[in-house]
């Protein structure tokens, strides 16, 4: 009886051993599967179902499964960026060739006037297709952000600098006001963002100042472009930041409505995002907020 019980206890030791040598064997193979997925190079072996759990075999088909679509979607970001690069590069040439032959015919008396309107035509175009090769980089992750900690003032001094000029031809107050603000940002790209709100703000105000400043808070530093202009409808505010849309004030101005979604792809982009306040008649206020940490 003793001995009956002692072969029993082996028995059930000898069982236990092994599954779980079979669970172990298991979990080695599943780590080395994600392994193999996350260094990018899985690939679909023959599968015995009386040898292997059904788990394993289902994680098998799924990995790859999603390696296969990894890849699709790999090709189609080469195809889009090859596209963008095509588009980028076939166009600068003949925009500025019409430049060219326009300041040349700028040199003529009789010729002024219209060249004039030619360059300024030429202009907008090449404006247009920079920000839509810029969108469609972003959008198509061609172009990564690279947000790193640092001071916004540096930034915030460059980009209103550009815009001086322009705001002065039009009789309008640019203030930039002091910060020590500071945020985790890409300074290229965050500076194109306050540019294209400065660059607004200078387009629809008519009289008055435009205020740049940046004020940190525990979490998130936030920038903001206010205005003296027409302000924006309420019913307007939800759709500004969408791509080609253009408000009824922005109807008679230059521009196809893309620089505040870019804006908003450069916020998203970054962990941040972007508001605006505004009434009509009481201008606007667009702010730009971004993590601290």
């Known amino acids: 009886m003793t001995g009956y019980f002692c072969l029993a206890a082996l028995a059930l030791a000898a069982q236990s051993l092994w599954h779980r040598w079979r669970m172990k064997r ?14 990018g190079d899985f690939q ?3 599968f015995d179902e009386s040898l292997r759990s059904a788990v394993e075999t289902k994680l098998a088909h799924y990995l790859s499964a ?38 040349l015919l700028e040199e003529q008396e009789n010729c002024r006037v219209h060249t004039a309107a030619l360059v300024e035509q030429a202009r907008k175009l090449q404006s247009l297709i920079d920000a839509l090769v810029k969108t469609s980089r972003l959008e198509a992750g061609v172009l990564v952000l690279h947000p790193r900690p640092g001071p916004l003032g540096p930034m915030l001094e460059e980009a209103a600098a550009q815009f001086f000029p322009r705001a002065e031809e039009k009789g309008l ?15 290229k790209w965050t500076g194109e963002a306050v540019c294209n709100f400065i660059d607004n703000a200078v387009k629809y105000t008519s009289s008055g100042k435009i205020t740049v400043s940046a004020r940190a ?31 009824g004030a922005s109807s008679q101005a230059e521009g196809v409505g893309v620089g505040l979604y870019l804006v908003r792809q450069i916020a998203q982009g970054q962990g941040g995002y972007v508001k605006v306040f505004s009434k009509p008649g009481q201008g606007a206020k667009f702010s730009l907020l971004l993590p601290r940490n």
């Open 26 to 39: 298991l979990l080695r193979s599943l780590d080395r599967m994600l392994d193999a997925a996350i260094r």
């Open 66 to 103: 999603s390696a296969v679509s990894a890849k699709n979607l790999q090709e189609e970001r080469d195809k889009i960026k090859s596209l963008i690069a095509d588009i980028s590069h076939q166009t600068k040439t003949p925009i500025a060739n019409v430049l060219l032959y326009a300041q």
């Open 173 to 187: 107050e640019l203030i930039l006001e002091p910060t020590e603000a500071d945020a985790v940002f890409d300074p």
């Open 44 to 46: 679909e072996e023959a």
């Open 217 to 247: 808070y525990e979490l998130f530093a936030r920038i903001d472009v206010a205005d003296t202009g027409p302000g924006v409808a309420e019913e307007e505010l939800g759709k500004l930041f969408q791509r080609f849309y253009r408000g």
